[in-house]
């Protein structure tokens, strides 16, 4: 229950009143507010400095630390304080929490002590308010990022014991851990080096021959380029070949980009070698040698720049896309245009609309090669329209481009953007399990048994000392399982259920019955008839033990039940070994039992799969976990009947 | 020759142009300036309300000092300015309540405490609304029930303002319940009501009769004192 209205339930128990005259069966009783003190301060001591605050207001949060009988710990006889020995600065967020009910996160504050004190105290952090949530989860990111950055550091230390194969490996990742591996990363890149300028030198006319036309060094010197490139070729094979062997996972290194570039390098060469000197494929060959320029992309091993920019071409994808897009957009509305423009004119290079493409495109990136001239006034205004719209679109996605290039270069390293959606999917989750506890928490009480007991209590004045008796042992678990304020939310939800005459369940129990009353118009499957034969298998598995109990024959759909006698149930906090229907009692104490599905349900309506009844709250301090745990196993068995 | 279509066109979006580059420079103002104006009224910030003193209050009610400042603090907590709006007072009544919808039995609660009708509740109707139901006497508490209960605050409980306060009731409920609220269920209920206290039959139930019928029932009187202590 938010803190902020606990103080008004007193007012809401108060205006239960208005229920009592309309109501026709007595009331439960009041939980005891025992040690009923007057609202006190209490002192806490952190590290020197003293916050004060009254008790109630930490209260509110039972889970937590200060909440709890946790704190008890810490209790300084001598000077009546409670003595922390935390950070006084953070435990300001900390307690302002308990004051507003909302956590912040001051910015000044380095997040891993935040965290650290947050868990002290028993505070989850996704209650961190809306206003400073992004800016927690950010600093956290980067965190994890810096932490994982070190962890990569550490990677150079050796572990013994490696296998050959596994020290290639590492020779070839990180070429500073042994001079073998230096050697070899700076031969490669010679040889990359080499290939690359022989590609580019061939080409080059090399001095005039006898025949007047001018041959390229390719030509020339064939038998030089070749074995230039038969050497090349044999380094880039057998570098790849090691690689392959020594690397943990063929299958993922052969679909790494790196891989493929390599492949892609040294193909070219061995089709040029297998295919014999024909002229229909003599095309297609030439085209083979182009590919042999992708060898510059192999040098992206040996430098970190070239990986980043990949990086952040990569990761801005989106962007990239979306200039595209737009400049596809303007391209085909400018070119339209000018080609109408013009066509009036003579002699005018616009012959169709693909053909207006290239002057748009030239003129929007301000190239302007003057190729292709609008004539016209029309197509004038128009281009010079097209220019200046030119500039403003190209010239907005960039500097997100250069900005995240940046801070890739500087984090060396981003995170996910996917992944930041899931997790605040998680976090929205998450704080919905635990404010579902309120709702559920109510449920979890009836069924354990922790109320105070029958309503003929009610007929007794009420003086807590009787009702002491019965209930000294269930004060503890009490006291242990739901604080003070929650009992008293409880009661006031008994009071309600009371007034109506009929009882909160959960949803899936609703719907439960819900089928069973539309069922229970088939004679044949009387409940109390399939409950008897219940213990034999059906369609759906189950995992609980049965129990029968005498039932009572459902003569119709549920209604409104008339009073009916209150029998104190023998078993108090009983194991809840069953799920037993009894649709004419209202006593609470049938709450604890409920029967098994007939086998009326066939498996597809009983889908009414594994339920929200269990996890009821946010974090299980210490002291509750005893009550939760004996609550656990319980509700497993409710669960597991229905689930299939 | 004359204007073809295209250059017609071009003049028309140089025009345009021109006009934005005017309106960049504030010389040529749009027709629209007038709506503006409304931006500038602030809205009248929230009412500050102070309680009237500790002792006056103390002269009202039947609460002791402390009680009374525990009660402010916590009325203060929730509501900074003093007062409760009927809006607010449904959210928090409301988180009581998680599995029904408790909003229209929180506006008849609210007329309940809201005396001099003024759409808000200030702390002093809070707090004698309050001493009311838990240190008043058994006739007080049954006159402030019947007060809820009778909407158009006429002395008299209609069938229709009963049937509106059970229909309110059962909506906390909610829809999974333990048998399921049937539609008929709030009007059965009022006719029992109306059964047990209407006693001249004359189909609406008066204070004297409201009283008279609560005072033999042993339930009812016992379930009043049942939330005595809960300051």
């Known amino acids: 229950m938010a803190a902020g209205v606990a103080a008004w339930l007193p007012f809401a128990r108060a205006a239960a009143i208005g229920w009592m005259p309309v109501a026709n069966l007595p009331m439960p009783v009041a939980p005891a507010g025992k040690n009923k003190r007057q609202d006190e301060m209490i002192i806490l001591n952190v590290s020197g400095r003293r916050f004060e605050t009254w008790r109630n207001t930490l209260d509110r949060y039972p889970d937590t630390l200060l909440g709890s009988s946790e704190k008890e710990f810490f209790y300084n006889e001598e000077t009546k304080e409670y003595f922390f020995d935390r950070d006084p600065d953070v435990f300001r967020s900390v307690l302002n929490f308990y004051r507003t009910g909302k956590l912040h996160y001051p910015r000044y504050e380095c997040i891993s002590s935040y965290d650290e004190e947050l868990a002290f105290f028993g505070i989850i952090s996704e209650i961190i308010g809306d206003c400073c949530y992004e800016e927690y989860k950010d600093r956290k990111r980067e965190n994890a990022e810096r932490l994982m950055d070190d962890q990569e550091d550490n990677k150079d230390a050796k572990p013994p014991n490696m296998t050959c194969r596994e020290t290639m490996w590492r020779a070839f990742e990180n070429p500073h851990t042994s001079t073998m591996a230096l050697v070899f990363y700076y031969v490669t890149g010679f040889f990359i080096a080499v290939s690359v300028i022989t590609n580019v030198v061939e080409t080059v006319p090399c001095g005039t021959s006898p025949n007047q036309k001018e041959v390229p060094c390719g030509e020339r010197y064939t038998v030089a380029f070749f074995c230039m490139d038969t050497a090349c070729v044999m380094i880039f094979t057998v570098e790849y070949l090691m690689r392959l062997f020594a690397a943990p996972s063929r299958y993922r290194f052969m679909r790494s980009v790196m891989s493929i570039i390599d492949v892609v390098a040294i193909l070219p060469y061995y089709i040029g070698l297998v295919m014999t000197d024909n002229e229909d494929v003599s095309g297609a060959f030439v085209t083979l040698r182009v590919f042999r320029v992708f060898r510059i992309f192999k040098f992206s091993r040996h430098s970190q720049g070239l990986r980043i920019l990949g990086y952040t071409l990569k990761s801005c994808a989106s962007e990239l896309g979306f200039l595209l897009f737009s400049l596809t957009m303007a391209i085909i509305i400018f070119a339209t245009v000018m080609f109408y423009a013009e066509k009036g004119s003579s002699s005018s290079k616009f012959t169709s609309i693909p053909a207006s493409f290239w002057y748009t495109i030239v003129t929007m990136t301000t190239l302007g090669y003057g190729d292709m001239v609008p004539k016209t006034i029309a197509g004038k205004i128009f281009g010079s329209i097209c220019s200046l719209s030119g500039v403003l679109v190209i010239a907005l996605p960039v500097p997100v481009i250069v900005s995240n290039f940046s801070r890739i270069y500087h984090q060396n390293q981003r995170a996910d953007k996917r992944r930041a959606q899931k997790m605040q999917k998680a976090r929205l989750a998450r704080i919905r399990i635990s404010k579902q506890g309120t709702s559920n928490a109510f449920l979890h009480s009836k069924r354990n048994g922790l109320f105070s007991e029958a309503p003929e209590f009610t007929q007794l004045p009420y003086k807590m000392n009787l009702s002491e008796q019965s209930s000294t042992e269930e004060d503890q678990r009490l006291n242990k399982s739901t604080s003070l304020l929650e009992s008293q939310h409880h009661h006031l939800l008994h009071c309600l259920e009371k007034t109506t005459n009929h009882e909160f369940v959960d949803q899936q129990y609703y719907q439960q019955s819900y089928l069973e009353a539309g069922l229970q118009n088939y004679p044949s499957r009387s409940p109390s008839l399939s409950s008897r034969d219940g213990v034999s298998g059906t369609c759906c598995t189950r995992r609980s033990k049965k129990q029968h109990a005498p039932l009572q024959n459902a003569s119709g759909p549920a209604h409104m039940q008339p009073l009916t006698q209150v029998h104190a149930h023998p078993r108090g906090l009983q194991e809840l070994s069953t799920i037993h229907i009894q649709p004419l009692s209202t006593s609470r104490s049938s709450l604890n039992m409920r029967v098994d599905e007939p086998a009326s349900l066939n498996c597809q309506s009983s889908q009414i799969t594994t339920a929200i009844i269990s996890i009821p709250t946010p974090p299980v301090t210490t002291s509750d976990g005893d009550a939760h745990l004996r609550a656990g196993p319980a509700h497993q068995n409710v669960v597991k009947v229905s689930a299939l | ?231």
């Open chain 2, 1 to 231: 020759m004359g204007i073809q279509g295209m250059e017609l066109f071009a003049i028309a979006v140089v025009i345009i142009l021109f006009m934005a580059v005017l309106k960049q420079f504030g010389i040529f103002e749009p027709m629209s300036s007038f709506e503006e104006s409304s931006d500038s009224d602030l809205e009248l910030s929230t009412v500050r309300h102070q309680p009237e003193g500790l002792d006056q209050l103390q002269l009202q009610t039947k609460f002791t000092r402390k009680e009374l400042q525990s009660l402010y603090r916590g009325f203060k907590n929730e509501c900074p300015s003093g007062m409760v709006d009927e809006e607010t007072f449904k959210t928090i009544y409301s988180q009581f309540f998680p599995q029904g919808d408790a909003t229209t039995y929180a506006h008849f609660l609210f007329n309940a405490f809201d005396m001099d009708r003024n759409g808000s509740i200030r702390f002093e109707d809070f707090v004698i609304g309050l001493s009311v139901l838990l240190r008043g006497s058994v006739t007080e508490k049954l006159n402030w029930a019947f007060n809820l209960y009778d909407i158009n605050k006429d002395g008299y409980v209609t069938k229709e303002e009963m049937l509106a306060i059970m229909t309110s009731i059962y909506d906390m409920m909610g829809r999974y319940t333990y048998p399921c609220v049937r539609d008929e269920a709030p009007s059965e209920h009022v006719d029992k009501f109306f059964q047990k206290m209407d006693k001249n039959r004359d189909g609406v139930v008066t204070i004297e009769e409201f009283i008279e019928t609560c005072q033999k029932d042993e339930n009812i009187m016992n379930s009043m004192q049942l939330f005595e202590n809960v300051i």
